[in-house]
T-cell receptor, first 112, second 111 residues
Framework: NAGVTQTPKFRILKIGQSMTLQCAQD?????MYWYRQDPGMGLKLIYY???????DKGEVPNGYNVSRSTTEDFPLRLELAAPSQTSVYFC???????????FGSGTRLTVV | GENVEQHPSTLSVQEGDSAVIKCTYS??????FPWYKQELGKRPQLIID?????GEKKDQRIAVTLNKTAKHFSLHITETQPEDSAVYFC??????????FGKGTTLSVSS
């Protein structure tokens, strides 16, 4: 039982490049989330999903896209990376009645 | 949307003292209030949570109190230890789904 797995752990992107951050969970959780955490700040909600085929915007969705084709996977797509997207990205999941999140270990992204 | 304010942003205490962190929120429909601890370079970990039908919950040295009328809840850590040093985040569920987090409190416990 791996919980929530994020890949890659680190990545350096050049301005204008694109990439996909991967997130997978093996707990059969319906709910999945993407957050970003800037230095010294809290976690900001980017997108979330309440089940396969359903996604919704969070607090800071601009510059990102998501899809949820299966219960297990919730990838986050960055198109045309910008320095403002330099951050640590956390994926999380939760069950329908247990609101507590299980977080992945994070992806540290630097855009130069 | 939901607005979560957390205070103080930094807190320094001596080992053995108590620490209190407070959060206020705006949406009266919110019904779940967790607290997370994040050590440097690690992922946030849930340490305690409370639901809106409960006023207080305790787990060993940590407790959370909730005042729904005033829309605030607090984390209480008693008999603090150096290993309690970390960043603590409160959160509130928005529209019954995703959590909105406060900006965090850096707790330093000196021995």
């Amino acid at each position: 039982n791996a919980g929530v797995t994020q890949t890659p752990k680190f990545r350096i992107l050049k301005i204008g490049q694109s990439m996909t951050l991967q997130c997978a969970q093996d707990m059969n959780h319906n709910y999945m989330y993407w957050y970003r955490q800037d230095p010294g700040m809290g976690l900001k909600l980017i997108y979330y999903s309440v089940g396969a085929g359903i996604t919704d915007k969070g607090e800071v969705p601009n510059g990102y896209n998501v899809s949820r084709s299966t219960t297990e996977d919730f990838p986050l797509r960055l198109e045309l990376a910008a320095p403002s997207q330099t951050s640590v990205y956390f994926c999380a999941s939760s069950g329908p009645t247990d609101y507590g999140y299980t977080f992945g270990s994070g992806t540290r992204l630097t855009v130069v | 949307g939901e607005n979560v304010e957390q205070h103080p942003s930094t807190l320094s205490v001596q080992e053995g003292d108590s620490a209190v962190i407070k959060c206020t929120y705006s949406d009266s429909a919110s019904n779940y209030f967790p607290w997370y601890k994040q050590e440097l370079g690690k992922r946030p970990q849930l340490i305690i949570d409370i639901r809106s039908n409960v006023g207080e919950k305790k787990d060993q040295r940590i407790a959370v109190t909730l005042n729904k009328t005033a829309k605030h809840f607090s984390l209480h850590i008693t008999e603090t230890q150096p290993e309690d040093s970390a960043v603590y985040f409160c959160a509130v569920n928005q529209a019954g789904t995703a959590l909105i987090f406060g900006k965090g409190t850096t707790l330093s416990v000196s021995s």
